[in-house]
Each structure stands twice: as C-alpha cells, then as structure tokens.
C-alpha cells in the first residue's frame, strides 16, 4: 500500500538524482550462487524508487536509466546538468553483507539525510562518513549539495515485492527531507 501523499507538490521543481551504481562493463558485486549482478539491481531498485518519489511530488532524474557504462566523474556531471539538489547514490553490497547501511558525503544535510535513510531500512542498518569506506572517500563528495550512497541489502536476488517495500521505506523521509532542505 502506497500512503497517500500528506504534502503538496514540490514548489521548487527542484530535482532528485538517482545514481544506480556501476552498469555497462562494471557489473559491481556479484552473486557467485545466482549470477546476479549488483548492476542490475541497483537500476532496478533505482528505478522503483523513482515511481514512489514521483508519486510523492517529486521531479526525480537519473545518472543512467540503461545497462551503461558511465564513469564517476560523468555521474556528478549528470545530475548538476539536471540541476539536482539532492543526491541519492543506489548501490547493493557484497553477497555476505548482512546489513543494510548509508554512507554520506561531507556536505551540510548529508549526515541528517543518511540517518533518515537508515532508520527506514531497519534498527541494524549503519550509518557511515564516505571517509569510513574501503576508498576512503566516495564520488558522492564531489556532489554539491547533500549526497549520499545506499547499500540496499546483499546482492542477492530480489523480488519485485522486496524493491517495493524498499522504496517505499525509503521514499517519505527523502522526500520529507528534500522539503526542508531544498524546496
Ligand atoms: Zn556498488
């Protein structure tokens, strides 16, 4: 059950970017059980999410929309050509993971919008700074507004069930926050 939007349309028409990580000749982690590929499932969690962002008011862009390969840099680029205001990086984690967690860029917002995120996703879900990462940092610095990166869940297979209540847990604190923030 989708609930009914309680805001009114987003003033601004400021946009959201989605950012399904890796695609093309990066397929990210994968599921040596199954075959899947991180890749995939981010495009297609990325791509439920937006249905529920828009039908909570939101203009919702994205940094690709096929199996593509776009680079770092170029994702940033996208989104400030879209005219983003908010980044939010979709991404699932190694097959072992156990726990959904969101990482966040140094940005003013970012840190609040992440732990928004995380509290939806469950009580064990992590919050970490994009400088805890195994890169030490992550492209989403390089974004100028708030940004951060979810891992989703392990890359396993998902159902288009699991996607659903995914982006539905997700989708009101973002939009709750983008209004804040950035409307
Ligand atoms: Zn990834």
Redesign the pocket.
Known sequence: MLSRPKLSPNPSGAYIVLDP??GGRDP??VDPATGTR?ADL?LAQALTLKEYLARLGYRVGFTRTTDETVPLPERIARARRLGARLFVSV???IPTATRPGVYYSPRPGSEELARTIAASLGPNAWVLPSSASRFSRLYIDDFPGPAVLV?FGPTKPTSREERIARAQAVASPIVEFARRYVA
């Open positions: 990580g890796h990210g982690a991180e981010n991404h699932h984690d891992e």
